[in-house]
């Protein structure tokens, strides 16, 4: 079915630019999200951009490279892992670290919009915890089989590497199919992150959008790779 709100994603300039202006709205993410385009403002003082590179990156879920050091990190109780119990942290420790290489993204109007998906149940947030100290996170969109995570951070070592692990093996545990990181980077490339075409991503993304599953309430156990 056609977007509500944005041209086709095929149609996105060179650099990936879809659409200018628009809402951040419920309404409007969800059907981004479910086209292939995500809103990356340049400012909060801008119109929003949304977006839809090519080639897009994608982290296979049997493809996530877990070393040695991390497998006993996430096999020795170190650390405690969550979900959905403090997403407004782990979107105020995204929005405070590195996030997407360029530099701050996570403007004001972008937490108060993914706290409403939160609120509406179609945003989730995995923690870490060392203690009561919240160690490290990641937070995304659900839809469907799609899960398209949007940013991760760490104030312990690897305290990011054990969110998207246990996220990663959630994701499997539930029946995704796609997880959707949007643009690679050294780092992420290093964890398993692919690209693969625009084309593709869309085709894969249109087989998943209306599959009947969930995220859930709790994570489901570690059982490694």
């Not at 879920?61 to 959905?84: H, P």
């Not at 972008?110 to 996170?137: C, D, F, N, P, Q």
């Not at 075409?197 to 249109?206: E, N």
């Amino acid at each position: 079915m056609p977007s509500r709100y944005f041209p086709p994603a095929q149609r996105a300039a060179p650099e990936g630019l879809v659409a200018v202006g628009g809402r951040l709205s419920a309404t409007w993410l969800l059907d981004a999200y479910r086209h292939g385009i995500f809103p990356w403002p340049s400012s909060s003082y801008e119109p929003m951009l949304w977006w839809s590179p090519d080639p897009r990156a994608i982290l296979p879920l049997d493809g996530m490279y877990v070393s040695r050091r991390l497998q006993r990190r996430l096999r020795s109780g170190e650390f405690a892992t969550t979900c959905n119990t403090a997403f407004a942290q782990v979107i105020a420790a995204c929005a405070t670290g590195s996030g997407r290489e360029g530099g701050t993204w996570i403007t004001p109007e972008m937490i108060a919009a993914y706290t409403e998906l939160h609120r509406l149940g179609h945003a989730h947030s995995v923690e870490v915890w060392r203690g009561e100290e919240l160690a490290g996170g990641v937070y995304g969109i659900a839809i469907g089989g799609l899960f398209a995570a949007e940013s991760m951070f760490h104030r312990s070592r690897d305290g990011s590497k054990v969110a998207l692990a246990r996220l990663v093996g959630h994701l499997r545990s539930r029946g995704y199919g796609l997880l959707d990181v949007q643009q690679s980077t050294p780092h992420t490339q290093s964890l398993g992150v692919v690209e693969i075409s625009r084309r593709d991503y869309l085709q894969r993304l249109a087989a998943l959008v209306d599959a009947p599953i969930t995220f859930g309430s709790t994570l489901e156990p570690w059982i490694g790779q």
